[in-house]
């Protein structure tokens, strides 16, 4: 049985004082939530901080992206040993804007990935199609692609502890949700194309997550899907109280 794991990215928001705000309250509100993985991704210059308000809770925290060398002259970057330094739990790799607007590709992708196995980081790897490559009925084609080039030549066992995020790069931040049906068809045939790369074991153990344009009122749902493992949010996770509202609605 796959734990549901319910992932809030920050992206470029929340300040210092706004972080602790949100992690005094929200932790008091999931306390007693036991049978769902939670976890939170603020900015880099929040994350030690964060780390050390959610000490003794349920509250894993996530690195929005990283490098894939331990140091260097690599001005801006941010090195896996610095993650590991503060005990980060997960890094989310490959979005779809970090894709979009700093140009990762899969085989950047797949470099991070290796360096976070490297150093025993867990990864969440986000996939997804954009609207024009939806509307000409490309995204088994774009998924597929994105997954083999992502995952090429990883070790099984090593996969078997991705987490994948299908973001439908349509759906995140536009207020629009993919149909349930739809989420769960994509997030199914992730599963199949992870079995044909790893084989059938692997591709049971793999959690999916779904993002895009996730909130209270309709987490349940698509959480209740045979291939959607859990959530990867955006804006609803901004607050404490929308994003615990999220978790509790599941």
């Not at 734990?3 to 509100?29: H, P, R, V, Y």
């Not at 590991?84 to 991070?112: A, C, L, M, P, W």
């Not at 049971?204 to 493992?229: C, F, H, L, P, W």
Request: aromatic share 8%; charged share 30%; with cysteine.
């Amino acid at each position: 049985m796959r734990k549901i794991f319910i992932a809030g990215n920050w992206k470029m928001n929340n300040t210092l004082s706004e972080t602790k705000t949100f992690i005094e309250e929200f932790k008091q509100s999931v306390k007693s939530i036991d049978n769902i993985e939670i976890g939170i991704a603020p900015s880099f210059v929040n994350l030690a901080y964060a780390k050390a308000l959610c000490q003794d809770s349920n509250i894993k925290v996530i690195a929005q992206n990283m490098y894939f060398e331990d140091n260097g002259a690599y001005t801006g970057e941010i090195s896996p040993l610095m993650l590991k330094d503060i005990n980060i739990d997960y890094v989310i790799i490959g979005h779809s804007e970090r894709r979009q607007y700093f140009g990762e590709t899969e085989e950047t992708v797949n470099k991070r990935i290796r360096k976070a196995f490297e150093h025993n980081i867990k990864v969440i790897l986000c996939i997804g199609e954009k609207l024009q490559e939806r509307e000409q009925g490309i995204t088994n084609i774009v998924l597929e692609k994105q997954l083999k080039g992502d995952l090429k030549e990883l070790d099984n066992n090593k996969v078997a502890e991705i987490v994948i995020a299908y973001e439908p790069v349509w759906a995140i931040g536009t207020g629009k949700s993919a149909k349930t049906e739809d989420a769960q068809n994509a997030c199914n045939f992730i599963r199949k194309t992870l079995k044909d790369m790893f084989g059938e074991e692997i591709a049971q153990k793999v959690r999916i997550q779904y993002g895009g344009s996730v909130k209270a009122e309709n987490s349940k749902e698509y959480m209740s899907q045979t291939d959607i493992d859990g959530a990867l949010v955006g804006g609803a996770s901004l607050k404490a109280d929308s994003f615990s509202k999220l978790i509790k609605a599941v």
